[in-house]
């Protein structure tokens, strides 16, 4: 399962090839289009509006969220599970606690080195 996916309807660049085919198609462009955020369906279709494509990204990515989590459960052991919640912890923790657990961190992997160095 990929880490991450973007579900977004196709918005016409000004003075590209889809631009000019939406507008001889006659469709309609919202007037007012963000380039810098490109999520939403900015035109409607004969067989869809604007707002079903939407509802069909935002349902796309409500699945794949569900989808991740049934297979985070499955699999609580692999790796990008582990680095999800790892990253979702660390932002949640507050900046004492995370080098609290760094030293902590440190004194366990430095503990096998200093007994081997010990015992020879």
């Known amino acids: 399962m990929p880490d991450d996916v973007q579900f977004m309807c196709v918005t016409p660049m000004p003075n590209t090839e889809l631009w000019r085919m939406v507008a001889e198609q006659g469709y309609l462009l919202d007037a007012n289009i963000d380039y810098t955020r490109l999520k939403n369906a900015v035109y409607g279709t004969e067989n869809f509006t604007k707002e079903e494509l939407d509802n069909f990204a ?27 919640f790892n990253e ?4 949640l923790l507050p900046n004492k606690l995370k080098r609290f657990v760094r030293k902590i961190q440190l004194f366990f992997t430095l ?5 081997f160095h010990f015992c020879a």
């Open 88 to 91: 979702k912890a660390r932002s």
């Open 111 to 115: 503990i096998p080195i200093g007994l």
């Open 58 to 84: 935002k349902e796309a990515r409500q699945r794949y969220r569900r989808a991740k989590i049934k297979y985070m459960l499955k699999r609580p052991f692999s790796a990008s599970v582990r680095k999800y």
